[in-house]
């Protein structure tokens, strides 16, 4: 099992970066695949990127190709997401993610744990 905590939300104007991070518990961290989704009100929960276990492969949704980039640091159990030319569509929670392997990493139901959620504001 592992437990996951989210930081690095905040109000910002357009154009502005986040970078969002998620800390993790447990000692088999780099045995997970890592997610981020976001959750604008009155909304799904939509895939924004994901970081494969052992493989390291990355995926984006289409949304936030060029602008977004996850990366993992598994030695400080933690994942991050470096969000860059922010726009206000990107406004909404910010889930951080883990499983095994999901068969589907862009939907939501195929990851086991999450964690509370940050939020990301982006003001026109």
């Known amino acids: 099992q592992v437990q996951l905590v989210e930081s690095g939300g905040g109000l910002v104007q357009a154009g502005d970066s986040l970078r969002l991070s998620c800390a993790a518990s447990?000692?088999?961290?780099?045995?997970?695949?890592m997610g981020w989704f976001r959750q604008a009100p009155g909304k799904e929960r939509d895939f924004v990127a994901a970081?494969?276990?052992?493989?390291?492969?990355?995926y984006y949704a289409d949304s936030v190709k060029g602008r977004f980039t996850i990366s993992r640091d598994n030695a400080k159990n933690a994942v991050y997401l470096q969000t860059n030319s922010l726009k206000p569509e990107d406004t909404g929670v910010y889930y951080c993610?883990?499983?095994?392997?999901?068969?589907?990493?862009?939907?939501?139901?195929?990851?086991?744990?999450w964690g509370q959620g940050t939020q990301v504001t982006v003001s026109s």
């Open positions: 447990g000692r088999t961290f780099s045995a997970y695949s």
């Open positions: 993610a883990a499983t095994g392997y999901p068969d589907k990493y862009y939907v939501a139901g195929s990851w086991d744990y």
């Open positions: 970081i494969i276990r052992f493989t390291g492969s990355t």
